[in-house]
């Protein structure tokens, strides 16, 4: 190529670098290059090309090839510097910089400009490779070049401002000459700065001088430029305050530097350099106080002053603030750890330390002594100080080492035997071995070396304080000691608190030690003891604000925690003002700060108490008692709260348990006497009055015991009169209390009086109550007590003149109770009740009484009704109503007042009497009430004629009228037990609620009191309601009670035909049933009779006269509804279908009546069942109970025969049962028991439903009727079902060896129960046999064969016993699987022949024959069987037959034995049993039949799924179909839906199937 191609290719590359084809620049490069290796410029264009290509190695490459050729050439050289530009590696800026350096040797002779630019550009290499001297130095150049080629000052100041941001960051890092160049830079810029004063000078200034601060030795110039600003700007406080660090932290305080901060101080006041400079001026005068606020007002303003923390703890360790000094000691510390020069922060480091040593041994505890370790170790390695080595022996002594600290002192003593702290230190060891007379010696040869130490001089006065008996009774050695620490060290708070022991409990100069204390706790707010001890001074001396104003302050300040004693005093001085609730939150912060402290929980106790907290009083309390246990007073106030609260059992035990530490307790006794009095009271108030006198007498038993040890205490002889007072209202008869023989005046442990004697003793009581102190309340008591007593007198028919005499006690009592205290309203109701009363009659004075007592109080419900009573005894009948009517507007729920109401609705003959009655029988119970309620209450129901009228069906049946009033009467007659009347009525009710027993026991009681009456024809009706009451309960006497009586009433003569009856007198019965027909008036009366007499005739087995009888009563006008009963019941018993449906056709004429609806219920479902109609027994049952809902009796009746006549309605029965058993009481124990059948039959069990299933409600029946042998039946029953679940799941049974148990129960209960011989044989009989299958089944073979040989001794003609006993023997034949021979069969056969009529019987010969693999007689047996469940109407019989049946067939297909027969014998008993139910076990069983057909079938999947996830279906049935299923997807290999079956599987918990899928799995991946 010639020289002209290599022109062209040149141009060509440089063209194609212009339109950035540098693929193209480099061929043609390259072709230059083959002609010419050294060409210049080709390399040059290759090093551009390769560059902007992103080939940085080929581009170096060639342009250091350019470089090489031709070294003065720039362009090469540029072309480096920019490839280098843009490398960011270290190797790259080493390079750059020679290049850099390069380029301002060819441009610095040519082009300026570009020298400058590549000047700075070196620089900022310089800077970020941290070459400070070259950055100066090149820059020196650029500002040198730049004032040769005459640049203007303020590019030059520029410049030099520049050089300062580059150099002052990192001054640290300098050397000297590169600092020196700084601070030139520093100097020409603030020179050439312009103008001047500006922001920006200052600014510069301000900079200049921060940075002459940072080299100490440089303080001359720094000075000068602080001065030289101050000049320029006097307002700035900046250069006086670098003035003023500078003297801080170089530890030279001179006047100068005073002058410095108090100059500082006039531009600012609060400048924290000039404060911390004045407070370490005030520390150097030893004035602490000025010194510790200077500079803690100084370090808030700038906290990394070190030498400021560090004389700031200086001045805290002087004031004894220890741990204030340690953590500015800290602060110094951490703040020497930021400076960035080591070597001049060393010192100051380990003078911190030291002083934080010292501080730190100023503290208690052994991690303050090991932590003063740590530091004196830090500083003991460079500096071996004596003084820093007993520093050590004392952190020793306080970790508990002494005696490394004794050898440190022995050590010492020896190398610096005149250094007085070694002395020190052995003096504190020995006075921590209590060895006072050598810590004496130690201490006093201290003091001789170093006598200006206060330390010393307070340890000498210690040790003079506890050092012997002589210097402890004379304390005046250790008084002089305290006395020169003191004062040497004024902030030695502990000889102040000394001095103050010294003049409080010695010297007795209460004023003096609460001066030494006042100062010891103003010098040391930590010592709780000195604080203490001023506020209880304080309080001694009566300045009780000082005390509160010391509390609060240490309240005030304290945290959560701390403080105890500040808290707790402050607590007890509120709860003694009566500030309760202030009390309540001091008590709980003392707690916080000391959990443990019992007697701080009483107090707290207390304060609940007085502000009325009860229940957080009581857990006080019991809190203070759990942490001393001997305290009887916590035991006593939780006692007292509990009675407060009315728990009296809960403060009996707790009063009983004081007792049994302190007998006689007498707080204890009183407390014991006031519960079990108020117990009384409370069960008067609900007529339990034998209770209620076992109460009173435990009363008074402990009252009796207080008064005998405090007889001058009042109290106890009021509330012994209470007790005494309170059996007023109980019937005399039942009055025998045992008292003391104390109280009576005899020598004797016990005495027992009567109700006249109680009383004439509780007056006596109040009586001394009063000689100890007169009070109204007491004098009001008193005459009560006496009014009582003379109304007992009344009541008992006692001499009139002691009568009158004690009611004009009572009258002057109460009138002196007025008089003492006139305002109150209890007195003056008091003195108007016993005004108003018929032995006194002052009805004027009673009036007044009243009025002054609502006078007294406005809202005085109690008086308003006495004041109604009043009027309405006197006739006012007007303003009795308004006076009830202004006593029920204040109280609505107060008894009397609807008393008083009743009473008059009762006299004005209103229609709203019952319900004023009932009300008030609703509110409380009250005599008045309960009679008035149950009179009214018998009225309404002895009135037949308004039985169907909605006022009865309110009254009576919605209000349940007759048990409330037979409860409230009940109550009535336990009180009162001489009204006849009451006790009529009592029986009346109590036969229409079936309590026959209680109705004779009532008439009994009322024949008791009219025994002697005068009035003989009360007498005959009560003996005639006793009679009948006898009768109804088979008594023998009750044709005796009808003898007493004149026998000339149609009702007696009945009463005795019915009472002859009983006795099964019928020759008697039927004379005085013939004699009452020819009295009877009504044709409805005669029926009766001739019912009675046909029902006589039945007995004594005259069928045919009964009918004839019970026709004739057919043909009256007015049919007999009990007699068209008696004939259809007869009709029933003799299964004369025709006679029971003719009889019920002419009840059910009569459907109108609606309180006969159960019976003809009942017996038109007897008609259906004898007639063979069971679905319409259960039809006719829903029929009522959709016209009747609210009628328990027939929800019951439809319960009991649902299981025996449609046993697939089982569901419904159970439910049944249920709602019988809420509805009503009478018949919720019989419907309970139904349920449980019901649920048998169902298969309801536990492992379905936990709460409601057959087990759980018979339990319930068994427990509430635990004489019903029925009912352990069927609990027998549903625990061998229960059992059968349980094996059927393949766990444990639960309930084992219970079957001869239930056996031995169920004979016993029939015994007792007298039932009819034929029932009790059958339940017994049945219990056997459920009792020998159950032990069978659980494999107890033997006891089975047992219990099958004793029951055949009993019953040798049942042949289902027979029949089990060979079930049992063949068991384990047949578990053996061997073949039998025929004469084993033949027996076998005879035994099921002979039980030929049970289903059972022949399932069981079925399974004989199936295992003997008899099939064609297996089959004919379940033939039999069917048959036989068909015959007897049996719908389990055919369900099992049918399904036991296919089961068989299905097992041989399955057998794989081709025979059609079978498979449609499948098909066919499978399809039947679906007919009857829905049965899940046939369903099953055709899939199962259709999974052996076609294995593989669409179909066969279809069927299993079917059961698998139909909802309902018994755990047991799905799990199989599950197992199947599983085994056909497999088969399939659709594991999509093994997945979707596998989960269902899981959520059921089907163990087996998952098993199944394991092993299937297995196979597959195999």
């Known amino acids: 190529m010639s020289n002209k191609e290599v022109k062209a290719a040149l141009k060509s590359a440089r063209d194609a670098i212009r339109n950035k084809e540098y693929k193209e620049a480099l061929k043609h490069c390259k072709a230059v290059l083959k002609q010419e290796k050294n060409n210049y410029n080709a390399w040059v264009f290759i090093g551009l090309a390769a560059a902007e290509l992103e080939q940085p190695d080929q581009a170096k490459g060639a342009y250091k090839k350019a470089a090489e050729l031709e070294p003065g050439q720039l362009l090469a050289w540029q072309g480096l510097a920019n490839l280098y530009e843009k490398t960011n590696h270290a190797d790259a800026r080493e390079d750059l910089v020679n290049v850099y350096q390069k380029l301002l040797e060819l441009y610095e002779s040519t082009d300026k400009q570009k020298w400058c630019e590549v000047c700075k550009k070196l620089v900022e290499l310089y800077y970020q490779e941290k070459k400070f001297l070259q950055v100066a130095r090149s820059w020196h150049r650029l500002i040198k070049t730049r004032q040769e080629e005459g640049a203007d000052n303020n590019e030059l100041h520029q410049l ?184 001049s922060s060393k010192q100051q480091r380990n003078l911190a330390y030291c002083f934080k040593a010292e501080a730190l041994i100023k503290i208690p505890g052994t991690e303050s002594a090991e932590e003063a370790i740590n530091c004196l170790d830090q500083v003991l390695d460079r500096n071996n100080d004596p003084k820093l080595i007993a520093l050590k022996g004392q952190a020793f002594l306080n970790k508990g080492l002494a005696n490394e600290a004794l050898k440190i002192a022995e050590d010492l003593k020896l190398a610096h035997p005149e250094l007085a702290k070694a002395h020190y230190l052995e003096g504190l060891i020995y006075y921590t071995q209590k060895n006072y007379n050598q810590a004496k010696e130690s201490f006093q040869k201290a003091i001789e070396k170093e006598a200006e130490v206060a330390d010393f001089h307070f340890s000498l006065g210690l040790t003079y304080w506890f050092m012997s008996e002589e210097t402890r009774r004379d304390k005046t050695k250790a008084l002089t000691q305290f006395l020169k620490a003191a004062k040497l060290d004024n902030y030695l708070g502990n000889a102040f608190h000394y001095l103050g022991q010294y003049y409080r409990d010695i010297a007795g100069d209460k004023n003096r030690a609460l001066g030494c204390y006042k100062k010891a706790f103003e010098k040391d707010r930590m010592d709780g003891e000195a604080g203490a001890a001023v506020v209880d ?44 609730s202030e009390a309540v939150a001091d008590l709980q912060a003392a707690l916080r700060a000391d959990p443990k402290d019992s007697n701080c929980w009483e107090s707290l106790g207390d304060a609940y108490l007085s502000r009325g907290g009860y229940t957080t009083a009581l857990k006080s309390f019991r809190k203070s008692q759990e942490l001393n246990p001997k305290s009887i007073y916590s035991i006593y106030k939780a006692a007292a709260i509990e009675q407060i609260l009315g728990k009296y059992k809960n403060a009996i035990a707790e009063y009983q348990h ?113 000689k100890l102190m007169s009070s109204p309340n007491m004098w009001c008591d008193l005459g009560i007590n006496y009014y009582h007593q003379a109304q007992h007198l009344t009541a008992t028919g006692s001499n009139k003149n002691e009568i009158s005499e004690l009611l004009e006690k009572s009258v002057q009592c109460l009138k002196k109770a007025v008089r003492l205290e006139n305002k109150n309203r209890l007195y003056w109701n008091a003195l108007g009740v016993v005004a108003s009363c018929k032995g006194v ?52 729920s107060y008894l009397t007042c609807w008393i008083g109401q009743a009473l ?58 007759i048990v409330a009033a037979q409860v409230a009467l009940t109550k009535y007659t336990e009180r009162i037990q001489n009204d006849a009347c009451a006790f009529t009525m009592l029986g009346y009710l109590n036969e229409y609620l079936q309590l026959k027993k209680q109705a004779a026991d009532a008439y009994q009681r009322a024949v008791l009191l009219l025994k002697n009456s005068e009035d003989k024809d009360k007498y005959n009706i009560a003996m005639r309601n006793y009679g009948r009451s006898l009768c109804a309960v088979d008594h023998c006497d009750a044709s005796q009670a009808y003898l007493s009586t004149l026998l000339t009433e149609f009702d007696d003569i009945v009463g005795i035909a019915q009472a002859y009856f009983k006795k099964g ?50 043909m009256l006008q007015e049919p007999n509804i009990e007699s068209l009963k008696a004939l259809c019941t007869l009709g029933l018993i003799k299964q004369d279908a025709t006679l029971a449906t003719a009889a019920l056709k002419e009840l059910l004429k009569h459907r109108e009546r609606k309180d006969n609806v159960y019976e003809t219920c009942l017996l038109t479902s007897a008609v259906y069942a004898l007639q063979g109609r069971n679905i319409a027994v259960q039809r006719q049952v829903s029929k009522a109970i959709h016209s009747n809902p609210a009628d328990p009796g027939l929800w019951s009746l439809l319960s009991q025969l649902v299981p025996r006549y449609t046993p697939k309605n089982a569901k419904g029965g159970a439910i049944g049962g249920t709602v019988a058993h809420i509805l009503g009481l009478n018949h919720g124990k019989k419907a309970l028991l139904n349920t449980a059948v019901n649920q048998l039959a169902l298969g309801c069990h536990i492992a379905e439903d936990e709460k409601n299933n057959a087990l759980k409600n018979i339990q319930k029946a068994a427990h509430l009727s635990p004489d019903d042998p029925t009912a352990w039946a069927v609990l027998l029953a549903a625990c061998h079902a229960e059992n059968t679940v349980v094996c059927l799941r393949n766990t444990h049974p639960r309930r084992t060896n ?164 079978w498979q449609s014998l499948v098909q066919e008993a499978t399809m039947e049993a679906l007919k009857l139910s829905l049965c899940p076990v046939g369903v099953l069983l055709q899939a199962l039949l259709q999974y052996n057909r076609k294995m593989g079938s669409r179909e066969t999947r279809r069927m299993l799924e079917r059961v698998v996830y139909q909802l309902g279906y018994p755990e047991t049935v799905v799990s199989v179909a599950r197992w199947y299923l599983l085994r056909h997807l497999y088969a399939k290999d659709d594991y999509e839906l093994i997945d979707v079956l596998i989960g269902n599987a899981k959520a059921n918990g089907d163990v087996r199937t998952l098993e199944l899928d394991k092993k299937l799995s297995a196979a597959t991946s195999s």
């Not at 000075?223 to 670098?242: G, H, N, Q, R, T």
């Not at 009504?1082 to 009964?1106: G, H, P, S, W």
């Not at 169920?1306 to 299958?1333: C, R």
């Open 841 to 892: 009659g002052n009805y004027a004075l009673a009036q007044h009484c009243f009025i002054k007592s609502i006078q007294a109080e406005q809202i005085n419900v109690v008086a308003w009704t006495n004041l109604g009573v009043l009027y309405l005894t006197s006739g006012n009948i007007e303003q009795a109503h308004e006076a009830f009517k202004v006593a029920q507007s204040l109280e609505p």
């Open 1065 to 1114: 007198l019928f020759q008697e019965s039927q004379k005085a049933y013939e004699r009452a027909l020819s009295l009877a008036d009504c044709e409805q009366d005669k029926a009766c009779i001739l019912t009675a007499l046909a029902i006589m005739e039945y007995k004594q087995n005259q069928v045919d006269a009964a009918k004839t009888l019970l026709f004739k009563c057919s």
């Open 537 to 580: 001074l304080s309080t001694e001396l009566g300045d009780l604000e000082t005390a509160l104003a010391v509390l609060t302050e240490v309240t005030e300040r304290s945290s959560t925690g701390r403080a105890k004693w500040a808290w707790l005093r402050r607590g007890l001085y509120y709860l003694r003002a009566g500030q309760h």
């Open 160 to 343: 030099w401002q520049r050089l300062v941001q580059l150099l002052a960051e990192c001054v640290h890092l300098q050397d000297n000459e590169t600092q020196q160049l700084l601070l030139g830079a520093f100097e020409q810029a603030v020179s050439s700065s312009d103008p001047i004063p500006s922001e920006d000078h200052q600014k510069l200034y301000r900079e200049f001088i921060q940075c002459l601060s940072k080299f100490p030795h440089e303080f001359p110039r720094l000075k000068k430029a602080c001065e030289d600003m101050m000049v320029l700007y006097p307002s700035v406080s900046y250069p006086l305050e670098v003035l003023c660090l500078h003297f801080i932290q170089s530890d030279s305080f001179t006047d100068e530097a005073v002058d410095c901060c108090h100059k500082l101080l006039d531009i600012d006041s609060r400048s924290g350099p000039a404060l911390i400079g004045l407070g370490i001026r005030s520390l150097q005068e030893k004035k602490y106080e000025d010194a510790f606020r200077n500079l803690t007002e100084g370090l808030q303003q700038i906290s990394h002053c070190s030498t400021g923390w560090r004389y700031l703890g200086e001045t805290q360790l002087k004031m004894h603030k220890f741990k204030e000094a340690v953590h500015s000691f800290n602060q110094a510390i951490k703040t020497l750890g930021h400076l960035n020069e080591p070597s």
């Open 1298 to 1461: 219970l079957e001869k148990m239930f056996v031995a129960t169920i004979s016993a209960k029939t015994k007792e129960k007298n039932f009819p011989s034929s029932h009790a044989q059958l339940l017994e009989e049945w219990s056997l046999f459920q009792a020998i299958t159950g032990l069978s089944e659980t494999g107890k073979t033997l006891e089975a064969e047992a219990l099958c040989t004793k029951g055949l001794k009993h019953f040798p003609e049942q042949p289902t016993l027979y029949l089990l006993l060979r079930q049992v023997q063949c068991k384990s034949l047949l578990q053996s699987h061997k073949e039998l021979p025929d004469a084993i069969l033949e027996e076998l056969r005879k035994a099921v022949m002979s039980n030929s009529t049970s289903v059972t019987a022949w399932h069981w010969l079925a399974q004989v024959y199936q295992c003997q693999g008899m099939m064609v007689a297996a089959e004919m047996c379940y033939r039999k069987s069917l048959q036989l469940a068909s015959q007897q109407g049996n719908w389990n019989g055919k369900l099992s037959s049918l399904l036991r049946l296919a089961k068989l067939a299905l097992e041989i297909c399955m057998a794989n034995i081709s025979n059609d027969h």
């Open 904 to 961: 008059i609705a009762e006299t004005v003959g209103s229609y709203e009497t019952m319900d004023l009655f009932r009300h008030t029988t609703e509110l409380s119970m009250h005599t008045e009430g309960a009679k008035g309620y149950a009179y009214w209450v018998c009225s309404t129901l002895q009135d037949k004629t308004n039985r169907n009228t909605e006022l009865y069906r309110y009254n009576i049946l919605q209000m349940n009228a």
């Open 658 to 770: 004081i007792l049994k530490k302190s007998k006689d307790y007498v707080p204890a006794l009183k407390g014991l006497g006031e519960c079990y009095l108020m117990m009384a009271k409370s069960a008067l108030a609900d007529y339990l009055d034998g209770k209620a006198l076992d109460y009173i007498e435990q009363s008074l038993t402990f009252l009796a015991r207080a008064a005998k040890h405090c007889p001058e205490v009042s109290c106890l002889w009021k509330l012994l009169g209470d007790a005494c007072s309170s059996v007023c209202v109980i019937s005399p008869s039942k009055v025998n209390v045992n008292i003391l023989g104390f109280l009576i005046g005899q020598n004797v442990d016990k005495c027992v009086l009567k109700k006249t004697d109680l009383l004439s003793l509780g007056g006596r009581c109040y009586g001394r109550g009063l």
